[in-house]
């Protein structure tokens, strides 16, 4: 097998999975296919969607259809000539705590029906369990892993191995270093969906989080049962690249609309909010009016097209290098996803690795949940080992400019000339920077570095984010040994943030603090005179 990255944001990535059959590229979603009722055939996915790669039941194909199956081949019996996966049946034996075949036969089983992607025999720990049990799981796991593959008679089919404990993160852990010690092509996080179900979304990012962070990076990730649109994006960027969905199905049977923002009865519905192939041609009232059956495949059709637009839409912000904005938009869609995003810095100190260092477009900051974006992360963390070119003696903090980079700005140089001719050689002494939502502090040297010069923030700003870059201002002020700090702020919660957090970090430095009121546009004519009559006069009382 190979895996071959193409474009990354966060943690997600757009890869390129070899297989016999065919590449897939990721990420993608597979549909479950039920081999005993297909609301929508495989052939229909190809044909209507595109759909590359489908995941069906080795354990239901053995008990119902052994001997065709292995008489025709798996692609031949679903009529699908892509990339089948098969899963194992642990699903089952969660559900009916035992089932009726071992690893090895199950094994043995996808091997000879020819799948191209299978899954092992594991014991899903599921949610909640009792720690004793979850241990028996991980343990007894990571024991079929190895018989399994001291099993194997052939090399051509790509092998998942499943990584269980639970919401016990210790044993995720555990189970992923066990794991990731055997040479599975694919693995994958194991009990995820009562998880999702009780919209847990949080503990499955800590469970997600803990298995990538104990796994070989370069591996494909695998999330079962990783179903509803609104939070694909989310196991996208915690490190996802595949994942299998039965829910379009069976959302569909209980008369379910899917959105990527959530999910709708279809008793409540007047207006379709889609232009799918369904929604163009039947309004709600209609599709009361059919057959159960046809209104279950329609609305089956309808599911499925809301998830590979989805899976479209995050992969060209992947591309765009908007990732972080989709999050922002989907965290929206429902509480529990909000928190998840708030919590994201907590467990994802790795976004930063593996987010590209520039990108063809600018960030967009809308509040403090994108506080844990890698660009503010990184920025951060350059700036504290930052160290000027030249010894400055007074620092110049000044609100950011509207036309940016502030240093190729016509503001900057026509301040710069004027103290020039004011003050002479003491100007080379004196350090430009600006402040700005959500960087915190921007020497002049560092802003045309990617994304200083690159975002657009909505303001005013909020408490949480004001906050921050006054930390970041202080701390800034602190590690670097200046003289005289000048402070130019507005009458707004961040420019008093500001102001106040100058004096501290002035007062621990021991270094003099001055600051004045902007009344109006700092960079409006009227205003720069201001600025630059008070930045010399305060130098010349100093030199």
């Not at 989907?330 to 529990?336: I, K």
């Not at 026509?414 to 003050?423: G, N, P, T």
Request: hydrophobic share 40%; net charge positive.
């Amino acid at each position: 097998m190979s895996f071959e990255v193409m474009a990354r944001d966060l943690l997600g990535r757009i890869g390129r999975i070899k297989t016999k059959s065919g590449i897939i590229e990721t990420p993608i979603l597979l549909p479950v296919i039920n081999p005993s009722v297909q609301i929508i055939t495989p052939s229909e996915m190809r044909k209507n969607f595109g759909c590359t790669a489908i995941i069906t039941n080795a354990y239901l194909l053995k008990k119902n259809f052994e001997e065709e199956v292995k008489a025709l081949g798996i692609h031949s019996f679903l009529n699908f000539k892509k990339v089948v996966v098969t899963d194992s049946g642990a699903y089952q034996l969660l559900k009916y705590r035992e089932i009726e075949t071992t690893p090895r036969e199950i094994a043995k089983f996808e091997e000879e029906i020819d799948t191209d992607v299978a899954v092992i025999l594991d014991v899903p720990t599921g949610w909640n369990s009792q720690r004793k049990i979850a241990e028996y799981t991980v343990k007894e796991t990571i024991k079929r892993a190895r018989l399994t593959l001291a099993s194997l008679t052939r090399d051509d089919i790509l092998w998942v191995g499943p990584i269980q404990g639970g919401n016990h993160l210790d044993l995720v852990s555990y189970s992923a270093l066990e794991m990731g010690k055997m040479p599975f092509q694919i693995f994958a996080l194991g009990s995820p969906t009562q998880v999702m179900e009780r919209y847990l979304f949080s503990t499955l990012m800590d469970m997600i989080a803990t298995a990538k962070r104990n796994l070989p990076i370069e591996k494909p990730f695998h999330l079962f049962g990783g179903g509803h649109p609104f939070m694909f994006c989310f196991a996208v960027a915690a490190g996802c690249d595949t994942f299998d969905s039965a829910a379009y199905a069976i959302y569909a049977k209980k008369e379910r609309y899917m959105t990527n923002y959530g999910t709708l009865k279809l008793k409540n519905l007047k207006y379709f909010p889609c232009a799918c192939k369904t929604c163009s041609n039947y309004t709600p009232q209609d599709l009361k009016k059919v057959t159960p059956q046809v209104r279950t495949r329609l609305l089956a059709y309808h599911n499925l097209a809301t998830c590979f637009i989805e899976i479209k839409r995050i992969k060209q912000a992947i591309k765009e290098g908007r990732l972080g904005e989709l999050l922002d938009l989907r965290a929206r869609s429902h509480p529990s996803l909000l928190q998840a995003h708030k919590n994201l810095k907590m467990d994802y100190s790795c976004f930063e690795e593996y987010t590209p260092i520039s990108k063809e477009r600018g960030i967009l900051y809308f509040d403090s949940t994108g506080l844990n974006r890698p660009e503010i992360v990184r920025h951060r963390i350059r700036l504290k080992n930052w160290t000027p070119s030249e010894k400055y003696r007074v620092l110049v903090l000044l609100p950011n400019t509207l036309s940016r980079p502030f240093s190729r700005s016509k503001t900057f140089e026509r301040i710069l000339k004027s103290i020039s001719r004011s003050l002479g050689y003491v100007v080379n002494k004196i350090h430009f920077c600006v402040y700005a939502v959500p960087f915190g502090v921007i020497p002049y040297e560092l802003d045309e570095i990617y994304p200083l010069s690159q975002y657009e923030a909505a303001l005013p700003s909020d408490k949480t984010t004001n906050k921050y870059v006054a930390k970041q201002v202080e701390n800034y002020i602190e590690n670097l040994c200046y003289e005289t700090v000048i402070l130019c702020y507005y009458r707004t919660d961040l420019g008093r943030r500001v102001r106040k957090a100058c004096k501290n970090a002035s007062l621990k430095a021991d270094a003099s603090f001055f600051s004045f009121l902007c009344e109006e546009n700092a960079w409006s004519d009227r205003g720069v005179e201001d600025l630059i009559k008070r930045i010399s006069d305060v130098v010349d009382r100093l030199s």
